[in-house]
Nanobody, 123 residues
Framework: QVQLVESGGGLVQPGGSLRLSCAAS????????MAWYRQAPGTQRELVAS??????????NYADSVKVRFTISRDNAKNTLFLQMNSLKPEETAVYYC??????????????WGQGTQVTVSS
């Protein structure tokens, strides 16, 4: 089994910054694509940013609403994903989720979700 554990959420004022982390552990052979999603109350979960395996030259992708302000990165050696969020807006208050495509063997890949971390942007 594989676990994704997010951390770094919290309360921040508008215009502030937060850095989210997602640590993957368990039966991991290799991790391919990783992504951050968010879900505000009463809305559908939306993709914030994603990145494929960097060793393959993967380029990050961002939702238009967060381009320039958010940066996704990963530490492949530590199976960890990050999201640096700057200039946060109140409407970005949501639960942020980590998602990953994990190879548990050279040929078996499964998609996993973390439990989410709350980000609240408010004065």
């Amino acid at each position: 089994q594989v676990q994704l554990v997010e951390s770094g959420g919290g309360l921040v004022q508008p215009g502030g910054s937060l850095r989210l982390s997602c640590a993957a552990s368990g039966s991991i052979f290799k991790i391919d694509a990783m992504a951050w999603y968010r879900q505000a109350p009463g809305t559908q979960r939306e993709l914030v940013a994603s990145v494929s395996e960097l060793a393959a030259g993967g380029r990050p992708n961002y939702a238009d609403s967060v381009k320039v302000r958010f940066t996704i990165s990963r530490d492949n050696a530590k199976n960890t994903l990050f999201l640096q969020m700057n200039s946060l807006k109140p409407e970005e208050t949501a639960v942020y989720y980590c998602n990953a495509d994990v190879f548990t063997t050279p040929r078996q890949v499964y998609n996993f979700w973390g439990q989410g971390t709350q980000v609240t942007v408010s004065s």
